[in-house]
């Protein structure tokens, strides 16, 4: 590849003269921002545009216009600006892809990140396709815009106005040209308060001023997805801060966006000074891990202020614990943070004092040394063991319960896992390291061996090549008498997206897991306590026991002579009446043929009260599972319990407490009586896989309840309809392999939704939640009859 613009004339001579001229005189500042593979792409690329044939002014702007959007943020996304400019030939006209190149620099520049420039790529190729008559006058806007939003905040803008003015195109022109009063109001709500790119400068130059080096720093779309954003990260030594920043209420008032920018930078940069060795997060559990990098921050930072004590009071203002919060973990975690950053925090409880101690006993070995970070792993395994004992304070919840200062980064940047690069650290604490299965011998087993019981969470899982027997000579293997089946492993669905109108494949994973086992005296004293209802209900079930072969008389057809029906037709042509030709009969097998799965929302919900009542949702879904488990048994349906939640797209969790070719007895019981809510619900991944259990079943009819006790929703998902429409596509595809879905709601205020997600005569609400368990056995009899 050469440099030369003669050793490209294959591409330059398809150019038309004007637009040979104008690349002649781009040439010398396009040598400076693009490599030789740079310049033949560039050059490639405009003899691509010539070939749509949408006129010359098309060509001239990607001439004029890619080597300043290489500028901005490299030469690799410029590829991707002429492939989406290729791409949107088919769906737009040529002056608006003329736009798309025109204002790419524009985009560029206030984006300042090669990752958030292809996100916005990826956005125009979304809103040709919801809003063709929007894209032109938003262009025409995109400085003003991208000067009072972020990328997340654009997209959120453009995507209502493409959904409120679908058909109305004049209205449609009106909002994306900022012309109408509704485009104002959604930009002013839209609207964050400093932009990074806007203040980026000046951090730099604080930061230099500081370290006398430089920083390179990143904006990151935290609101891309959530307008609550994400924490500052350090990744592969960048320092990634939100490409905005509002103003915070601190413990001591407001401080503005230029502030909390000011403190991040500087904590991250203190990182990227004074952590120089990864810390090993071998072994220790997400609480001491949380500990140990709280303390670290505690340490980079009187590091830091031993030369800036200046930078106290920016800090202080931002930590906002009191000595009064401690209903749950993360507040014990804030009040620590305080309390070893200020001194002027007042916190007598004696773990806090514990960790203050701590911390100024060390305080002159980690100024004698101040790269060594292992002192943070020792105060903070220490303080994490003495936790229980001195707070007594509730467990951690990993997602909940982290530190709240706002300008702290999550740590991701020092922690090291087996098997990762500290280099890469974007891979450190991203994912715990997968289990192992290793094959080894029988004496290695026998001598080195240290858990026998290992569970779901062990680092390691020790596997024979052969089957081991005891010492008594029983001819039971402990894998027969002692082990346990595999969990499967993860299940991949696609997941559909109302707003593009296309499935996303392979966008949610269903991890099972295995059921924690309870106590069955808790199902058998759910039937002593319902006996009353279990009797009532003797009839029913009576009733919808197999019949087994049952004659229908009076066929024409048949299998055999009805001897009576036959008399008689005989006697009726003796006296000359017109005789019943339905002298013919049929044995027929009266038989069921159905498999029930129950399919049920364990969400944290579930853990919630019921109004006027002693009992959880949660006590009434199990309670209710039992009667009916029971109930299945007696009829002799094959049937299956299984339960789901999720957290987040990546993690939908799937039990299953008794499956089809299982039998219900006390270890069904102690899986049903084990069963907790935790976490969201991703409904229409559970749907799928549970459609997928259904379908390897013989059974002529197929029939799926789903109890849940709230509308479908999770952590990752904004759009309440997203989930809906997800759930109910879920519901169709289940439809289309012959399974029928019915839901039974818990949530008064269902009537909303689930009409649209199930169907019209495929659910039920049940208005008064302490008659689920008399009401759910009634449905399924109902339903199988």
Known sequence: MSVHLNDHTEWTGQLASASRELLEHSWSDATKVFSARGLDNYVKGAAALRGLGRGDELVNAWIDGAPQVAREVGEDVVGELATTALMLASKTSGAVIELVLATAPTAARRLADGALFLQYLQFLGTLVAQAPRGLRPMLGQLDALFGQLTLGGLRRWATWGAQAHRTNYEEQIAYFGLQSKESQAMLQKERKGTLLVDVQRRINMYLRALWARDFFMRPTAGDYESREGYRPFIE??????????????????????????????????????????????????????????????????????????????????????????????????????????????????????????????????????????????????????????????????????????????????????????????????????????????????????????????????????????????????????????????????????????????????????????????????????????????????????????????????????????????????????????????????????????????????????????????????????????????????????????????????????????????????????????????????????????????????KLLLVITDGEPADVDVRDPQYLRQDTKKAVEEAGRHGVMTYCMSLDPRADQYVRRIFGERNYLVVDKVERLPEKLPVLYAGLTR
């Open 236 to 701: 592969d030594w960048f320092i990634h801060l939100p490409d905005a920043y509002d103003a915070v209420e601190g413990n001591a008032g407001t401080v503005d966006a230029t502030e909390l920018y000011r403190a991040a930078a500087a904590h991250a940069a203190a990182h990227v000074v004074f952590t120089r060795q990864p810390i090993s997060a071998e072994s220790l559990s997400p609480w001491q891990m949380a500990v140990i990098g709280l303390v670290e921050d505690a340490r980079i930072e009187s590091l830091t202020l031993a030369k800036f004590p200046g930078l106290r009071p920016l800090w202080a203002s931002l930590h906002t614990a009191s000595s009064s919060q401690s209903a749950k973990a993360g507040d014990w975690l804030n009040r620590l943070a305080r309390a070893l950053l200020d001194p002027a925090y007042e916190d007598a409880h004696p773990w806090i004092a514990q960790g203050r101690a701590l911390l100024a006993e060390a305080l002159p070995r980690i100024q004698s040394d101040p790269h060594d970070n292992s002192v943070s792993w020792e105060i903070g395994v220490q303080l994490a063991h003495t936790y229980r004992e001195l707070t007594q304070g509730p467990g951690f919840q990993p997602r909940t319960d982290g530190q709240t200062a706002a300008y702290r980064d999550d740590n991701r940047y020092f922690w090291a896992f087996d098997g990762f690069d500290f280099e890469r650290s974007i891979a450190a604490g991203c994912e715990p390291p997968q289990q192992v299965r290793k094959q080894v011998n029988l004496m290695e087993f026998v001598n080195e061996l240290e858990v026998e019981g290992a569970g779901d969470d062990a680092q390691e899982i020790w596997v024979l090549g052969t089957e081991l027997f005891p010492y008594e000579d029983l001819g039971v293997s402990f894998n027969e008498s002692e082990g346990r089946e595999p969990v499967l492993p993860p299940v991949h669905y696609g997941e559909w997206d109302h707003l593009i109108q296309l499935e996303r494949p392979a966008w949610a994973t269903v991890q099972e897991r295995r059921p924690k086992a309870g106590d069955p005296a808790v199902i058998d004293g759910i039937l002593a306590e319902h006996r009353r209802l279990i009797g009532r209900m003797k009839y029913i079930l009576d009733a919808m026991q197999p019949q087994g072969v049952q004659r229908i008389r009076k066929l024409e057809d048949g299998d055999e002579i009805d001897l009576n029906a036959a008399l008689a037709s005989l006697t009726d042509l003796r006296m000359g009446r017109q005789p019943d030709p339905r002298i013919m009969m049929r044995s027929v097998r009266k038989t069921r043929d159905i498999s029930v799965l129950v399919l049920l929302d364990l969400s944290q919900s579930t853990n919630d009260k019921v109004v006027g009542q002693e009992h959880t949702v949660l006590d009434l879904t199990r309670s209710a599972c039992a009667l009916l488990a029971d109930a299945i048994q007696k009829v002799g349906d094959p049937f299956a319990i299984h339960g789901f939640c999720s957290d987040g797209r990546h993690d939908v969790s799937y039990w299953r407490f008794k499956d089809f070719d299982q039998p219900y007895d006390e270890a069904a019981k102690a899986r049903l009586a084990g069963m907790e809510g935790q976490l969201s619900t991703r409904m229409g991944a559970a749907i799928r896989h549970a459609t997928a259990a259904l379908k390897a079943q013989r059974s002529s009819k």
